[in-house]
């Protein structure tokens, strides 16, 4: 990420802080090479050795307090305005400035809903305890969930610029799928086949290696997050491929299906249309709601009870998902009220959001009808990023 | 890593259960690949996107809770015994699993101490109160760190013979060193041309890139963590090089000190020679003292007293730590009792364990004399893995 887009997050830190009225958040890590905290991919850069604060205020001053081993590397950074060493223990330092500053309320890198926003380990909250013994301030930390919700959820202009651009390329590699998916390729040749053109354009992979790109040919095909097997593609089935890119710190990800036509087949076979027709309108009727002010969990009943009342299970996992410096990114998602999913589901949708919409279903005899597409929350609506996938892509082997 | 290494590591989890009177060890995740707790690389191998324990027990039972969409990878790892998959939570499984095997201690991946056991995030911790309230096993919970201590530090035969392997391929990587290092090369220069090396040879830095290796040419050079600069070489003056390679899995960690020579001289002057003689016989001192059962604060005391009654500054870092899977791996170290090294100091030293040794003084006008050397504990002493360096490396210009 380039130093531009860190100082550009530090100031949208800084008024949402203000928005939010906290004064202060503290992001507290160690060795952070090993036990990464997320957030310092949105307003640290570097990793840290020893223990480190990384500290913004709502009043807007920055400061980082790390061992001296490293300061230098701070310094040179530029993102804070001050930088303290420490050799021995960042305890007094870290106190002293809290007294300076005084802060009512300083939130921490803790939740339960959110793998982003819970950087802090339950040892490191124990150490940051005994630090602050005595202090007072031990008793004024909260979660910094909806700070780092909405710093993460919130994309700048640059960032929706980026991750445009991530989407055109990633549409540009399922074209070259198109040209390769026939008869009795397998499953992990397709996948060898995208992640080959994938890195001789220079890009990474959007996610782990073992399932990017997944690819299911049905029918009977794997679950979804299922790395691809040796299946071969049948004639007469449907395929189905998950998959994006890294590009320029920012993800995508897609999911496009095709339909290999059987001999004498001009066109799929009835129960295959309709299977993908539900799948695309209901995109388009979750489209059509989504807006800032709604929350995600009546954006997935949508999809949800549209498949059902067609007649299709329902799907067994959340309609969509942010997406961001991670795949799966952001605090707020389109999931339904299962416990696993926490408070995300409930939480208001916000302007310049990105989400996924990935509804599936299963076609009996022929395999899945799944599509992913990326939308982005307008001030009254959405608009969709990738060119939304509206017929079957047809492979003619005749 | 190997699935071999894996089996091994897992079965020897079960005997060090059964040596700490530990019932169960569960490790409790989600998303690991962006929140990553470290003791999956030892016992897992897979990430999993949904919460997930990884449990193993005492009594040689292993049991997987993973979300139903990932049980199918989880199922064809062939790690653990059992695999459950969940849809809606994990907690009904993990709580029927629990009252099933009634642990009176289980263990979870916590600790003040060391980033390797505290892969448990704060929010994590606090979802399994949840999951667990009102069954009695929250009351039952200890931090893993003796275990994940001496699972990461007892190295099996297997492991030890590749870490040999590393040190091996990297000395013959800083003999590159010695044949680039010359006046008017910059330390970036130096370390561009030890990076293309590691990658032709197939291998991945040991630390990050920025400063992997780490060059420094005296006098006056930046402090150990540091990236290497545009300053150049002189006559005259020390160069050191702080660089290890990751090699099937697991790092290396090595230092080397060269001086070159000046105009005119045949070997280094005084101050540099009889510099370089201390960081070396200190070595030596520690690795006649090293064996099982010693603490590291002794060890560290022992060339850090040396160099002081030798009138040299004390280093500002401890004198050495644990390799293996990451570079800084292990729990007890070989450090000061400085608060920032929480009880590391002071736990017995256990045969198998791999620790550098790294003192470092500096040398007034010329630079810094530093060396690194890898040891591994024998049941009565010690052994050097790497080579020691026993002389400066001249550089001779003439």
Redesign the interface.
């Known amino acids: 990420m380039s130093k531009q887009i860190f100082k550009e997050k530090i100031a949208q830190t800084v008024d949402i802080l203000k928005e939010k009225d906290i004064d202060m958040w503290l992001t507290f890590v160690?060795?952070s090479?090993?036990?990464?905290?997320?957030a310092m991919d949105m307003v640290v850069g570097?990793?840290s050795?020893?223990?480190a604060a990384f500290i913004i205020n709502k009043d807007g001053d920055t400061t980082a307090i790390v061992?001296?081993?490293?300061e230098?590397?701070f310094v040179k950074a530029g993102l804070y305005k001050n930088i303290t060493g420490y050799?021995?223990?960042?305890?007094e330092p870290l106190q002293e400035y809290l007294k300076k500053k005084n802060p009512e309320k300083i939130a921490i890198n803790?939740?339960?809903?959110?793998?982003?926003?819970?950087?802090?380990?339950?040892?490191?909250?124990?150490?940051l305890l005994?630090h602050l013994k005595g202090t007072g301030f031990e008793n004024k930390l909260t979660?910094a969930e909806e700070i780092i919700s909405a710093l993460r959820g919130r994309k700048s202009v640059t960032e929706l610029s980026i991750m445009k651009e991530a989407v055109d390329e990633t549409l540009k590699i399922f074209d070259e799928a198109t040209n390769f998916i026939k008869p009795g390729v397998s499953e992990i040749e397709v996948a060898e086949h995208i992640k080959k053109i994938t890195f001789d354009k220079g890009f990474e992979l959007g996610?782990?290696e073992?399932h990017c790109p997944a690819v299911f040919a049905g029918p009977n095909p794997?679950?979804?997050?299922?790395?691809p097997s040796d299946k071969k593609i049948q004639k007469g089935t449907l395929v189905n491929m998950d998959f994006g890119i890294m590009y320029k710190g920012y993800c995508s990800d897609l999911q496009r299906t095709w339909y290999v036509l059987n001999d004498g087949e001009e066109k799929p076979p009835e129960p295959v249309q309709k299977g993908f027709e539900i799948i695309r309108d209901s995109i388009q009727k979750v489209a059509k709601a989504l807006k800032p002010g709604v929350k995600g969990v009546d954006m997935d009943a949508i999809a949800r009870n549209y498949i059902i009342e067609n007649g299709y299970p329902e799907y067994?996992?959340g309609l969509g998902h942010q997406v961001g410096k991670?795949v799966?990114d952001g605090v707020a998602g389109l999931f339904p009220s299962?416990?696993?999913y926490g408070n995300a589901p409930f939480m208001e949708l916000e302007e310049n959001q990105v989400f996924t919409i990935e509804p599936r279903l299963p076609v009996e005899g022929y395999g899945v009808s799944t599509l992913e597409e990326e939308v982005y929350l307008t001030k009254e609506g959405c608009e969709f990023i990738s060119t939304p996938q509206l017929g079957l892509i047809l492979i003619n082997t005749k």
């Open positions: 160690r060795e090479s090993i036990n990464h905290d997320a570097n990793n050795t020893w223990e061992g001296d081993m490293e230098e590397n050799l021995k223990s960042i305890r803790f939740s339960k809903t959110s793998v982003l926003a819970d950087g802090l380990t339950h040892g490191m909250f124990l150490k005994d979660g996610w782990e073992t794997s679950g979804p997050h299922m790395g067994a996992h991670t799966h299962w416990e696993r």
